[in-house]
């Protein structure tokens, strides 16, 4: 081949590549165009990744800006395009409960995590839809019941009080503020390991578990490039210990709860139904009850567990700030506890005094509607759907329904942290409940949310009475930044000190889980 010649065909291959890539790109901007149709969204995005710069770099900007977009028109939502796929952003309630009521095969896939299925397996309970769903969800359900929540109550105070003992110490060790977002991760991990395996989780297994489970955090947040060594494959490795763990403490617990003894944690709660079914299946012939095998409780409760971690601690963060800065709700808090329960007394809030605990009760809830801790719920569109007579969300489109600004639409004054409209005289919770979407909608809806919001009154009763704080406060502290559940952007920097006497003496942990 004559240089010439070589030239000019190096020269003719880059015009065609050149001419592929503006065809691509042209394309690409004719499918979004159509999809986007005549709603709300940039008009031009930007090749290939489309607007996945601005989301990574500040998500509570992008997700305002979408927000404006939605609110610019009657419609209620919004576009944009994120590396390849088309998105739909909701504000508007009524649609928002559409998607989430239209979780089915040929409808919307509830999407917990975009590599979720990638590290929690096809079978997580996330992904589960239809009969098999609803049969899991009512195996669930004995987990929570009154007796059950009062068990916890116990364990989760002893945990609370041991965390904000160290917080205290920690805080008064150093002439500057500490962050409370990894020491109240680190107190949820210990109370979620305590709760659902209590007795079965000895000490150093809890070591490897946290260990693992911190591996798995790291993973969470890194693309899914599946190589020794990579982060998200020791997260997989790990999780797959993490259920591995999780299997041995179903099978000692069924073991115990085969002798007859009293449940003291979640999972026994769980392994008394599921042994009075397999025992009813043997009766009759039938074959063994489904979700029954220690590897499927297993992973099942690893599902629960990661729940009950970044969402708990969102809540418990805002309520921190929302309390320093709305000192007459903190008062109000203060009086209410101090009626109920003493620190001086050495014993536990019973069941009984939380529920006395209403106005804080109504504080807690407020917390969660203020600031949700997962503002956005993406689904996938399995198939097209109808969104409104108007248009139609094309196939494979993600679909974000937002329970932030559901939270601030029907409420009287829905700017304003204000505790009183959960009252029994106002009753807004009843009055907006179509508005309340913090525990999401339909079959998905949290099943452990009355787990969640006990955590979040006693957390609140606790670091209210017995500790005295003040927020390290600077310009833009309280704006919200996505981690990826929201929290204050300082990470709530605070000031703490022991206000009680003394702290209460609980009876040991030990002695609750035997």
């Not at 449940?263 to 008394?272: F, H, T, V």
């Not at 629960?304 to 109000?332: C, G, I, N, R």
Request: glycine share 4%; aromatic share 12%; net charge neutral.
């Amino acid at each position: 081949m004559t240089p010439l010649l070589s030239s000019f065909s190096l020269t003719t291959i880059a015009s065609y590549l050149v001419c592929f890539i503006l065809l691509l790109i042209l394309l690409e901007q004719i499918s979004y165009l159509l999809k986007k149709a005549s709603i709300p969204g940039p008009s031009f995005v930007f090749p290939f990744l489309g607007n996945a710069v601005p989301l990574v770099r500040n998500p509570t900007t992008f997700w305002d800006l979408q927000s404006s977009l939605a609110k610019s028109t009657p419609l209620g939502f919004s576009a944009n395009y994120i590396i390849g796929n088309f998105i739909v952003f909701i504000r508007d309630t009524e649609l928002s409960h559409k998607v989430f009521a239209n979780v089915r095969p040929n409808a919307f896939h509830l999407v917990g995590h975009p590599f979720g299925k990638k590290l929690f397996g096809e079978h997580n309970l996330i992904y589960m839809m239809g009969q098999e769903h609803k049969n899991l969800r009512r195996r669930i359900a004995p987990n929570f019941t009154p007796k059950a929540l009062s068990t916890y109550t116990a364990l989760q105070q002893i945990i609370i009080l041991d965390h904000l003992k160290s917080w205290v110490a920690k805080s008064q060790a150093q002439t500057n503020s500490i962050p409370l977002r990894i020491l109240a991760r680190d107190m949820n991990l210990d109370t979620s390991q305590t709760v659902f395996v209590g007795p079965y989780l000895g000490l150093k297994a809890r070591e490897r578990f946290e260990r693992d489970y911190f591996l798995f955090n790291v993973g969470l947040m890194k693309l899914p490039i599946d190589f020794p060594g990579t982060a998200f494959r020791n997260a997989r490795l790990a999780v797959d210990r993490l259920i591995e763990t999780l299997a041995t403490c179903t099978e000692m617990s069924k073991t115990r709860m085969q002798k007859g003894e009293e449940p003291s944690c979640l999972i026994d709660y769980w392994m008394q139904e599921t042994l009075r079914e397999i025992e009813e299946a043997k009766l009759t012939g039938e074959p063994a009850a489904p979700f029954s095998t220690d590897a499927e409780i297993g992973g099942y409760l690893f599902d629960f567990l990661f729940a009950a971690q970044d969402a708990s601690t969102s809540s418990l963060l805002w309520a921190v700030a929302l309390l320093d800065s709305h000192p007459e709700v903190l008062a109000k808090v203060r009086a209410e506890v101090a009626a109920a329960w003493s620190p001086e007394s050495n014993e536990l809030i019973t069941a009984d005094m939380l529920r006395e605990m209403k106005y804080t009760q109504a504080v807690a809830r407020e917390v969660v509607r203020f600031r949700p801790p997962a503002t956005l719920v993406p689904h996938i569109a399995a198939e097209k759907f109808a969104l409104t007579e108007s248009y139609t969300i094309p196939k494979g489109s993600i679909v974000f329904p937002s329970a932030l600004e559901s939270s601030f639409q029907g409420f009287t004054e829905p700017e304003r942290f204000d505790p009183e409209r959960f009252s029994e005289e106002r009753q807004e919770d009843q009055i907006f409940k179509r508005n309340f979407l913090a525990f999401g909608a339909g079959p998905h809806q949290c099943v452990g949310q009355r787990y969640a919001l006990n955590h979040l009154v006693l957390f609140i009763a606790l670091f209210a009475t017995l500790l005295d704080f003040k927020r390290d406060r600077t310009d833009g502290c309280d704006d919200i930044a996505y981690v990826p559940t929201i929290c204050p952007k300082d990470d709530c920097r605070v000031f703490l000190s022991q206000r009680c006497t003394q702290y209460p003496s609980f009876p040991a942990l030990q002695d609750l889980v035997k």
